[in-house]
Each structure stands twice: as C-alpha cells, then as structure tokens.
C-alpha cells in the first residue's frame, strides 16, 4: 500500500510529537530528582521563577483531575476512552481530504501529544510532568509536559482556524 503526502505528513507529525515527549520525559526522570509525598523534589529554574523545571508523577489527568478516581473509573476515563477519541480523530484527519496543512498539524499533535500520554499510563501508571511557568500571578500555568503542550498547542491552533473561517463567512 502506498501512501500519500498527506498520510505521510500526519505520520511524521504524529511520530515527531510522540518522540520529542518522550526523549524529554527520559531525560527528566535520569536527570532532576521526583517530588514524592515525603521529598518536595529538585527543582531547576530556567528563566528565573518565571520558568522552572521540576519532576512530578501525575497519575491523572490535566492538572492531577482523575488521580482520585477508583482504578476502573481510571482506566475508563484516561486510558480507553481517551484511545477511542484519539483513533476517531484520526481517522477523521485520514478521511477528510478538505483539511488543509496547518488543521492536519494542529489534529496530528493532538493526537501525538494523546497518544504520548496514554502510554506513559499504561506504562509506568502516571504522566511524567515537568515544566511549570509562574509569570508574577498574572499568568500561572499547572505543570505540563511536552505532550501537554503539544495538545494545547493543536487546540489553540483549531480555535484561532474556526475565528477566521467564520470571519470570512460573516463577511
């Protein structure tokens, strides 16, 4: 089966997402010392105590949500359920030729960033996070992971899309 550009294209930026979340989620478990319920863990300043690094276990989801739920709760919630969505959005992108480059990018690092995540759960039972940003209380951030940002960075890609799309409508 050959495949085309396109594939290809979400391919890439599929496997590019995955590999950039995972390479820094080893490099952060080899390098900066967990935070645990007994130890506050290392925590390395980048820019300040604007940008730092640190290294946290989040067994849930986006900012710890789920990490209180039963174990079958939690694996229906942020391990099946996510796959499901992940592979509907997927074939989706696949299918939907009408997509243009930067909506298949935004869709594939979503997808990366998703499947990233779910595989630090089935593999290790938590989401490695590390980064946290803390611009003075004006702008504050849970502390995220490359895949996190990856998600976050899609979305916000999809929202500004549909603005300008229905800007051009309403004109």
């Known amino acids: 089966m050959k495949l085309s550009k396109r594939s290809i294209y979400i391919i890439l930026v599929i496997v590019l997402t995955i590999a950039i979340d995972q390479i820094s989620k080893v490099l952060v478990r080899a390098n900066i010392q967990p935070q645990t319920e007994i ?51 997927l074939r989706h992108i696949l299918k939907d030729k009408m997509l243009d480059n930067v909506s298949l990018f935004a869709f594939a690092s979503i997808i990366g960033g998703g499947i990233a995540n779910v ?42 899309i549909s603005f300008k799309k229905k800007k051009r409508i309403a004109e």
């Open 39 to 89: 130890s506050s863990g290392e925590r390395i300043s980048l820019i300040g105590n604007a940008f730092i690094m640190m290294n946290v276990e989040n067994t849930g989801a986006f900012l710890g949500m789920g990490s209180d739920l039963n174990p079958t709760l939690r694996l229906v919630f942020l391990l099946i359920l996510p796959m499901i969505v992940l592979a509907f959005v």
């Open 119 to 160: 595989y630090d759960r089935i593999m290790y039972g938590s989401v490695t996070d590390f980064f946290y940003i803390d611009l003075g209380g004006v702008f504050k951030t849970g502390i995220f992971n490359m895949a996190d940002l990856s998600v976050t960075t899609g979305m916000i890609i999809l929202v500004l």
